[in-house]
């Protein structure tokens, strides 16, 4: 564990590029979980990551019921992908998904950026893809620090013991 | 493990330094590992890590979260408390085991 101490991770630069429910969350936990640990924290969303930071989509979320192999009934049984298909059964699994997230603790995605941002992490949405879907700075939720190119995301990346993650 | 003295006692601690009895917990103690963290305890600060101690020793899973939501702090007056890393820290001075929770 020398090198553990010798290199500690000092910053995470980690990029959101979809709306999935579980691809928005595997960002925020390890954004949180280095706020938690000291570690600087600065996520940036792009494509349709965007949708986790717009007000109007943040508490919309899904978790795709079609094209989905690791999805399974109650019980273990595999998701008929047909299933899938009809109208509500997304958002009947992702509202299920939800409430057994809060079960263990684990808060919605709008209290999720309230933590972060409470401990120092900072939120930025993709200046491309913004003006690609057409979308203006109000759209945002209020945590959403600044819309920025991906050359000040480098900027901002910049020093030793800086770790970029694509989710 | 390792034994080490805090304010004249001695007591056990792991290699991260956390106590690995809480019952060897005084509050002499916790202003010097608080030291240790480089934080001055204050009677907030000692608020809050008795509420932490009180609900851990109860057998409550606490989490940034839910010390965000007791009413005792907000989560970003927790983060000014204990800067850095709160949750640790403000069990690492409570004399509770290293906190194991994702959130």
């Known amino acids: 564990m020398a090198n553990a101490q010798d290199h500690p991770i000092k910053k995470v630069m980690i990029i959101c590029a979809k709306a999935n429910l579980e ?138 013991g800086t770790q970029i993650i694509f989710v | 493990m390792a034994e080490k003295v805090y304010a004249g006692k001695a007591v056990s601690v792991t290699d991260d330094g956390y106590l690995t009895d809480p019952n060897q917990w005084t509050k002499e103690i916790a202003i010097e590992i608080a030291k240790e963290e480089g934080i001055e305890l204050t009677d907030k600060h000692f608020a809050v890590i008795e509420f932490i101690r009180e609900k851990t020793l109860k057998g409550e899973v606490l989490t940034i979260r839910t010390i965000g939501k007791s009413g005792m702090v907000d989560t970003k007056g927790f983060y000014e408390l204990f800067p850095g890393a709160p949750l640790k820290k403000a069990s690492r001075i409570a004399g509770i085991a290293k906190p194991s929770s994702c959130v």
Do not use: W
């Open chain 1, 23 to 160: 691809d928005v969350y595997a960002a925020l936990v390890m954004a949180n979980g280095a706020v938690m640990e000291g570690i600087e924290a600065k996520v940036f969303f792009t494509f349709f990551g965007l949708d986790a930071i717009t007000k109007k989509q943040m508490k919309k979320l899904h978790t795709a019921t079609v094209g989905n192999p690791g999805l399974r009934m109650p019980g273990g049984l595999p998701f008929p992908t047909i299933l899938g298909m009809l109208p509500g059964v997304e958002a009947g699994v992702s509202a299920m998904m939800k409430s057994q997230m809060e079960k263990i603790d684990i808060p919605p995605v709008d209290e999720y950026f309230e933590l972060i941002t409470a401990g120092g992490g900072e939120i930025y949405a993709c200046k491309l893809a913004v003006e690609m879907f057409g979308l203006k700075k109000e759209d945002f939720s209020e945590h959403v620090k600044d819309i920025i190119t991906i050359g000040q995301f480098y900027e901002l990346a910049a020093g030793e």
